[in-house]
């Protein structure tokens, strides 16, 4: 039906017959002899100019065309020929062309649309265009997604076969494990009462592959989790999942970051830099507050240990530079009511915010340490003190100051000054006071996390996996695995990027004896848990090789790439904030006859928590 797409054509195209095919954007009737279309594709756009002596029957032509609305298809052929120059557009493909008409066609009259997805000032909001994706799928940012996260793919699956790995498909249906977050439930008529579950990740196919002999496994693999929403987060996505044997952390990771390379010189012709810094936990938390810091911008955290109570607390310091000439008391009360949330949640027990030198609330951590029986007694002494603590800490008139105590206990993947710090720098870079650039990649690993954390504020607090009970222990902690397991750190890596986590992985454990060990002594699972394992475990024992893997969420790799505010503009159809598929109406009731199909029956909400209980 054509030749050519919009994007094709150019200047070089000039006395060219060619036929196009697309939707109508835009129609101006000039007069009853003259009439300009313009067509939009996939690729581009294109001004048709259709003239009464050129086309036959044109008044009837012209008629059609009047009456064509928005986004009708239309089929055009003719000749390219240059516009005059009073009408070329510089800096548009097409700018210097238009198409002289001879035959129109119309493919589709369109009905009134619900909404003109190219007028950006009047886009409804994002739940009138998820139910009209296919509309809203047309703007040319949507478009420009798609191929982008198609291009990534394809980069992807280029690096993965030309290093040597081997696509494998995992099932989609599973088993419900207790190793994360909710799952999907899928019932099944194979027994009554029986489920499948939706994979969370491919995490126990791709350890058994391993055991089979697959050194080298990728997949870009789809992944569920019936979890609460954000931006960032879709109860389905999308990962690229790796997996290698015989190999130590740094053999991962360089593989990694030659993936990322490729991705980033195929996709935007930027070249990334590796190796990548590396950066441990406690230097990330303790420094940025956060686990997947952006190190763009400084405003980093001080501790200072003179400041805490006792040995379990951690006391610590943000300065913002000028901060209490910067923002106005209103300006701070975001600020504020972070911090307020933080001892409501029992996160931070006493923090600061001082716009001198003086004045200090006798509420806050530093009156408290001011006043301490072994601290100075009067106030001149205080005064003087103060001065020399906020000299020592680099904290000058005029600044402002957070100060915090947290409990030593609890792991913080992202602490009260962490938040205070991304928020402080988004404000800072409103102003004019900061500039971080979007252009700048700062790749980081973190490693040498804890390999357990405690659920509570207590030294004896019980313990979980940090991240899931197939990390292996750091080598040098496994003594410790027997006698103080809360201080050995697991071989994990985090890749981040500008402080969003791209993805993360791990040494797994191949011993089935530390495997058993790390269930049943640590995290002390249940029997009845235990033995949902029990298939990895003696796969482990059967010839189990070393062997690591990561997980790159696809999903958020393509909006970094395409720099966009959500992941719902890169999937080509997301499910709405609250989960739903606007679009399609799912989830949808089940009926009754299918209910009773799989022994099913619907309780309110009351009365199932009534039988748990029971």
């Known amino acids: 039906m054509r030749t050519h797409t919009c994007g094709d054509l150019s200047a070089e195209n000039v006395d060219q017959e060619v036929s196009l095919c697309g939707w109508v954007q835009n129609i101006r009737v000039l007069s009853e002899t003259l009439v300009f279309v313009q067509l ?33 298809l239309i089929s ?38 619900p909404f003109n997805p190219h007028v950006k000032s009047a886009l409804p909001g994002e739940d009138t265009r998820l139910a009209h994706r296919y509309l809203d799928l047309r703007r040319p940012e949507l478009q420009h997604n798609i191929r982008v996260r198609s291009k990534t793919t394809m980069a992807v699956r280029q690096f993965m076969d030309d290093n040597g790995f081997v696509d494998i498909e995992t099932p989609m249906l599973f088993k419900s494990t207790p190793e994360g977050a909710r799952e999907f439930l899928v019932p099944t008529r194979i027994d009554a009462g029986s489920c499948y579950a939706l994979p969370q990740s491919p995490q126990q196919f791709k350890q058994m592959l391993m055991a089979a002999g697959f050194d080298r496994y990728y997949q870009i693999a789809r992944c569920f989790r019936d979890e609460d929403l954000r931006a960032d987060r879709q109860p389905e996505f999308t990962q690229i999942d790796v997996e290698m044997s015989f190999i130590k952390k740094k053999d991962i990771q360089d593989v990694m970051e030659l993936l990322v390379q490729h991705i980033w010189k195929t996709v935007k012709n930027v070249h990334i830099q590796v190796p990548f810094p590396r950066m441990s936990f406690a230097d990330a938390t303790s420094k940025y507050g956060s686990d997947k810091p952006d190190t763009r911008f400084g405003l980093e955290i001080t501790q200072v240990p003179e400041l805490r109570v006792d040995d379990h607390t951690v006391a610590e310091v943000l300065v913002v530079p000028s901060g209490a000439e910067i923002f106005s008391t209103k300006e701070l009360s975001p600020f504020i009511d972070l911090m307020r949330n933080s001892q409501n949640n029992n996160e931070s027990k006493a923090i600061n915010s001082d716009h001198d030198l003086s004045g200090t609330s006798k509420a806050t951590l530093l009156s408290r340490w001011l006043s301490a029986p072994s601290q100075a007694s009067n106030t001149d002494e205080k005064s003087l003190r103060l001065k020399d603590f906020l000299s020592s800490i680099s904290a000058k008139k005029g600044d402002l100051l957070f100060v915090s105590e947290r409990s030593a206990y609890v792991t913080p993947a992202n602490t009260t000054l962490g938040r205070i710090r991304t928020l402080m720098a988004q404000r800072l870079q409103s102003k004019g006071h900061l500039v971080i650039p979007s252009n700048k990649y700062n790749f980081l690993w973190i490693e040498d996390f804890p390999l357990f954390s405690r659920e509570v504020d207590d030294a004896n607090g019980r313990l979980s996996a940090t991240h899931h009970p197939f990390t292996a222990p750091a080598e040098k902690d496994l003594p410790l695995l027997y006698t103080d397991p809360a201080k050995v750190h697991g071989q994990h890596y985090d890749l981040v990027l500008n402080g969003i986590e791209l993805g993360g992985g791990s040494i797994r454990v191949h011993d089935p004896d530390v495997q058993s060990y790390i269930f049943k002594e640590i ?68 009926t009754s006859e299918q209910l009773s199909e799989y022994g099913l029956q619907v309780c309110s909400s009351r009365h199932a928590k009534r039988q748990l209980i029971e």
């Open 40 to 72: 939009r594709d996939a690729y581009g756009s294109m001004q048709l100019l259709a003239e009464q002596s050129r086309i036959p029957h044109f008044s009837e032509q012209k008629l059609l065309i009047e009456n064509l609305s928005t986004d009708s």
């Open 76 to 113: 055009v052929a003719g000749k390219v020929v240059r516009r005059p120059q009073e009408m070329v557009r510089d800096g548009v493909q097409t700018g210097q062309i238009e198409l002289l008409v001879d035959k129109i066609q119309v493919l589709n009259h369109a009905q009134p649309l």
């Open 523 to 590: 995290l002390k699972l249940p029997p009845k848990i235990q033995s949902s394992f029990d298939h990895l475990v003696t796969a482990l024992g059967h010839g189990c090789p070393p062997h690591g893997g990561i997980a790159l969420g696809l999903d958020r790799l393509v909006a970094i790439l395409t720099e966009s505010p959500s992941l719902r503009d890169v999937i080509a159809f997301p499910k709405s904030s609250n989960g739903r598929d606007l679009f399609m109406h799912s989830p949808s009731m089940a």
